[in-house]
């Protein structure tokens, strides 16, 4: 990605950064893996809880067995951790993990919280299992003088 292309991506924030094999080098695609993140909500940042569920993550199930997400996490570089319980990813499917507060459903989670997680100028968002492995991770923006 050429610098420009990077300051125009930080700046408009991504729609969907999408997390590839390519994105790894050396790591094969998981058959769960984070397939976006919208780390920056569109408009002003209010911490309005409509602002806060536009910023969200998603993890996608490649395989068509469901998977059983319980006890794994998601977390950001502060150490923001969010816990899914009582969570099955159907084959073949997406859930959308949204900061703000609201109603669980089949293809949307909520962290139920009441601040932003994910930073705008640069992150990591990292899927763990129950056992505490590395599942999947994307990273973006500029962070301690190298670009992710």
């Keep these: 990605m050429t610098a420009v292309a990077a300051v125009a991506a930080a700046a408009v924030g991504a729609v969907a950064l999408p997390a590839s094999a390519a994105d790894h080098p050396g790591r094969a695609h998981a058959a769960v893996y984070i397939s976006g993140v919208q780390?920056?909500?569109?408009?002003?940042?209010?911490?309005s809880n409509w602002s806060l569920n536009k910023e969200w993550v998603d993890i996608t199930n490649?395989?068509?067995r469901a998977?059983?997400?319980?006890?794994?996490?998601?977390?950001?570089?502060?150490?923001?951790s969010y816990t899914f319980r009582h969570v099955r990813l159907d084959g073949r499917s997406t859930v959308r993990v949204h900061t703000g507060i609201g109603r669980d459903t089949r293809t949307d989670l909520f962290q139920d919280r009441r601040a932003y997680v994910w930073n705008n100028?640069?992150?990591?968002?990292?899927?763990?299992?129950?056992?505490?492995?590395?599942?999947d991770d994307v990273s973006w923006g500029h962070h301690r003088g190298h670009r992710h």
């Design 39 to 47: 780390y920056d909500s569109p408009g002003r940042d209010d911490r």
């Design 121 to 135: 100028d640069y992150d990591t968002a990292t899927l763990r299992n129950d056992r505490g492995r590395l599942v």
């Design 67 to 80: 998977v059983n997400l319980d006890g794994w996490t998601l977390a950001d570089e502060d150490g923001h």
């Design 62 to 64: 490649s395989t068509r």
